[in-house]
T-cell receptor, first 114, second 116 residues
Framework: GAGVSQSPRYKVAKRGQDVALRCDPI?????LFWYQQALGQGPEFLTY????????KSGLPSDRFFAERPEGSVSTLKIQRTQQEDSAVYLCASSLSAGTGEQYFGPGTRLTVT | AQTVTQSQPEMSVQEAETVTLSCTYD???????LFWYKQPPSRQMILVIR??????QNATENRFSVNFQKAAKSFSLKISDSQLGDAAMYFC?????????????FGKGTSLLVTP
């Protein structure tokens, strides 16, 4: 595809359920980032991959959050035992290489935990 | 951690006029990157303009330009000849030098309203 895609676009989960959010980066982009954007706020960094290696996970808010990119392309962000405070838009971004600085964002997945 | 502050939650501009959005940041680094991103309602974030801190010349992209004041740690965005399609949330973002990670650190955003 031409841009970063994410699925699903909307997800409603009951508190305590596990969810999986998918990101398809731009083809050939080495770097992939996940951000969390709460309502009315700017995005906050969660984690970063270079190819299949997760090089930075300092932004993951708890051990309920887990991300993977096993083949260096598609990535999945998993949230276990969802809580209401997990409600947010989850943005994925990719970059040709992290050093270039320019990140291209997907449309996001809006997660609502009830 | 670096802090990015956007002190204007909302701004309004008339079509064809010029508006300036403010951004300040806090860092002890000398080499870094600054960005302005635009996020239209329910649409994805797109890059408007970027500035490398080592470059003294202010970046310009068509109707968008920045005023980068390194000593003051200020990075404002000027939109000239505003158009209805410019209405969106605008986020200022900071990225540390490569050896400090690649995460973007965003401000809280400024909502820009463009009136006919």
């Amino acid at each position: 595809g031409a841009g970063v895609s994410q699925s699903p676009r909307y997800k409603v989960a009951k508190r305590g359920q596990d969810v999986a959010l998918r990101c398809d980066p731009i083809s050939g982009h080495v770097s992939l980032f996940w951000y969390q954007q709460a309502l009315g706020q700017g995005p906050e960094f969660l984690t970063y991959f270079q190819n299949e290696a997760q090089l930075d996970k300092s932004g993951l808010p708890s051990d309920r959050f887990f991300a993977e990119r096993p083949e260096g392309s598609v990535s999945t962000l998993k949230i276990q035992r969802t809580q209401q405070e997990d409600s947010a838009v989850y943005l994925c971004a990719s970059s040709l290489s992290a050093g270039t600085g320019e990140q291209y964002f997907g449309p996001g997945t809006r997660l609502t935990v009830t | 951690a670096q802090t990015v502050t956007q002190s204007q939650p909302e701004m309004s501009v008339q079509e064809a006029e010029t508006v300036t959005l403010s951004c300040t940041y806090d860092t002890s680094e000398s080499d870094y990157y600054l960005f302005w991103y635009k996020q239209p309602p329910s649409r994805q974030m797109i890059l408007v303009i970027r500035q490398e801190a080592y470059k003294q010349q202010n970046a310009t992209e068509n109707r968008f330009s920045v005023n980068f004041q390194k000593a003051a740690k200020s990075f404002s965005l000027k939109i000239s000849d505003s158009q209805l399609g410019d209405a969106a949330m605008y986020f200022c973002a900071y990225r540390a030098p490569s050896n400090s990670g690649y995460a973007l650190n965003f401000g809280k955003g400024t909502s820009l309203l463009v009136t006919p």
